[in-house]
């Protein structure tokens, strides 16, 4: 069973309630009405409800047990509104601009999540990340102890002796483009997080430089060096080594020969890149030439599943990460 098929049955045994704000996307349709015929989720769509269902006429699809939410004519709206309004009148929020922003799909989902009324949310197919992160940061905010959101990527390659059984994950690769030392450090966490309780993972964490061990001196390696320093005093038990270039951190005798008696070199299933650019770059690179599946990215750190769509995302796609956003919450309810 290939890893995102074992996801999706996990999704099944405990199914949660997703919001799609997006509720106009074709693709997000087509994954919404296969998402609940599959069972892999109970699924709202949000947005104006005589435009949702011409919509899903026009490309073809019942909206039959999915639930629909108009925000401006949901009965909460008026006490969402308030309570909007008090989370941001300090930065300059009027009531009049707080009842347009929760009138936004985006900002309703966001609300519902941090209510408890919904598991989580799943959006950015047709929305930039920014506006995606945005009512996630403000009102669903960051899980106790983190204070930096980041993503992951889950690599399943093809060459089964890589990572755990060929599955990889890589972070970040979408939010943060320079992190610092601390931040650096909370990424590795929630990725480790990640690999534990999303993919059933024992996470041995690799935090890769061009640098091993110090054969480079360099303020960027300074950087790695300093991020693992912090991770071993927050997380004492977890498996990880740095600074690794990326060959000490998958090839074993490279491991061994570099950092020996490393448990993390040579060995590593969480690669944690030391800025946005190499992430990117690295987890597009190994999908593209080696032919890799690329699952997500994955948000991390908020106080309940949120979750950014690239806007190039396939009904595919769509289904695979409101699968693991269930799975996300389950790990919470946990």
């Not at 098929?5 to 199914?15: P, T, V």
């Amino acid at each position: 069973m290939a890893f995102i098929d074992s996801i999706r049955e996990k999704a099944k045994q405990c199914k949660k309630h997703i919001l799609l704000p997006e509720g106009l996307d074709g693709r997000t349709l087509r994954a919404a009405a296969y998402i609940t015929n599959a069972k892999i989720a109970e699924v709202t769509l949000l947005g104006e409800r005589a435009e949702i269902e011409k919509r899903a006429a026009f490309v073809g699809i019942s909206l039959q047990g999915i639930g629909i939410i108009e925000p401006a004519a949901h009965p909460d709206y008026p006490a969402y509104t308030e309570r909007y309004f008090e989370m941001r009148r300090t930065k300059g929020m009027t009531r009049e601009a707080a009842a347009s922003t929760m009138a936004n799909p985006l900002y309703f989902a966001a609300m519902l999540v941090a209510e408890g009324r919904a598991d989580g949310f799943v959006a950015g197919a047709a929305s930039p990340t920014s506006e995606v992160l945005r009512p996630g940061l403000q009102i669903v905010k960051m899980a106790e102890g983190i204070h930096t959101v980041s993503s992951c990527v889950i690599m399943d390659m093809h060459d089964t002796k890589l990572g755990d059984n060929g599955i990889l994950l890589f972070g970040d690769c979408a939010v943060n483009p320079n992190p610092t030392a601390e931040q650096l450090a909370e990424i590795a966490l929630c990725t480790a997080h990640t690999a534990r309780h999303l993919c059933g993972l024992e996470p041995r964490v690799a935090m890769l430089s061009f640098s091993t061990k110090g054969s480079a001196k360099h303020p960027l390696v300074d950087k790695v060096v300093e991020a693992t320093r912090i991770i071993k005093e927050r997380a004492p038990d977890l498996i990880v080594d740095g600074e690794l270039q990326a060959d000490a951190a998958l090839v074993p005798e490279v491991g061994h020969r570099k950092s020996p008696g490393s448990p993390a070199a040579g060995n590593a299933n969480v690669l944690i890149f030391p800025d946005l650019q190499s992430g990117n770059i690295g987890y597009k690179l190994v999908q593209r030439l080696a032919g890799a599946e690329a699952i997500g990215p994955i948000c991390q750190g908020f106080a309940r599943p949120v979750n950014d769509l690239s806007r190039g995302a396939s009904v595919e796609d769509i289904i695979s990460v409101v699968a693991m956003t269930s799975v996300q919450a389950q790990s919470l309810k946990e």
